[in-house]
């Protein structure tokens, strides 16, 4: 049983370039989470979403981030002209969910993540 | 203030101590209190999972809550070198969002 998978593992974009990063959840799995890692801080929440939906993109920023996860085929987090304090581990997390008790918290898992670097 | 305050360590044990690790937190809203143990380049992998307040044990992990105190900890007993990772505290609102300290980094001794 595989778990959630990212790819790449690591990138490397020069400022104003474009980052795409990848997420295959769980299977059977149909909510994605996305998180961010500074040094020296903990993970944020970035964006909660469900196939073709997002739910909730509120620990976005405004500008040049986006998410999406297709009906087919992977959640993608894409950054537009990345800027140097881009650089960080994104994680993606996916969870199952029950109609009579929405996504399962405790039952969240991780990727590896995909380390950003902007030179 | 952070939200979720967690003493970054890094915490030295020799094999068989017991590990005692913190949290605490300003949001008393917070209901649901996790812990991850992450090892390097790796995703956080969910340790222990408590609601409310009380004790909680599985194995050699212990995990208490004090919603009074707004205070949570995680005791390993027996610590092994395999133990040695970075372990975050995490906690949530009757929602999906998570709000995590910066982790603790643990090295048992041989």
């Known amino acids: 049983n595989a778990g959630v998978m990212q790819n790449p593992r690591h990138l490397v974009r020069r400022r104003g370039q474009e980052a795409r990063l990848r997420c295959s959840p769980m299977?059977?799995?149909?909510?994605v989470y996305w998180y961010r890692q500074l040094p020296e801080e903990g993970l944020k929440f970035m964006v909660y979403?469900?196939?073709?939906?997002?739910?909730?993109e509120s620990g976005m920023p405004k500008e040049r981030f986006s998410a999406e996860f297709p009906k087919e085929g992977p959640s993608i987090l894409r950054i537009q002209q990345v800027v140097r304090g881009d650089s960080a581990a994104y994680f993606c997390?996916?969870?199952?969910?029950?109609?009579?008790?929405?996504?399962?918290?405790?039952?969240?898992?991780f990727g590896s993540g995909t380390q950003l670097s902007v030179l | 203030q952070k939200e979720v305050e967690q003493d970054p360590g890094p915490l030295s044990v020799p094999e068989g101590a017991i590990v005692s690790l913190n949290c605490t937190y300003s949001?008393?809203?917070?209901?649901?209190f996790m812990w991850y143990r992450q090892y390097s380049r790796k995703g956080p992998e969910l340790l222990m999972y408590?609601?409310?307040?009380g004790n909680k044990e599985d194995g050699r992990f212990t995990a208490q809550v004090d919603k009074s105190s707004k205070y949570i900890s995680l005791f390993i007993r027996d610590s092994q070198p395999s133990d040695s990772a970075t372990y975050l505290c995490?906690?949530?609102?009757?929602?999906?969002?998570?709000?995590f300290g910066a982790g603790t980094t643990v090295t048992v001794r041989a």
């Open positions: 997390a996916s969870s199952p969910y029950r109609s009579d008790r929405g996504p399962l918290r405790e039952k969240l898992f």
């Open positions: 299977k059977g799995h149909s909510h």
């Open positions: 979403l469900q196939k073709e939906n997002i739910i909730d």
């Open positions: 949001n008393s809203a917070f209901q649901y």
């Open positions: 408590t609601y409310s307040s």
């Open positions: 995490a906690m949530s609102t009757n929602d999906y969002k998570l709000s």
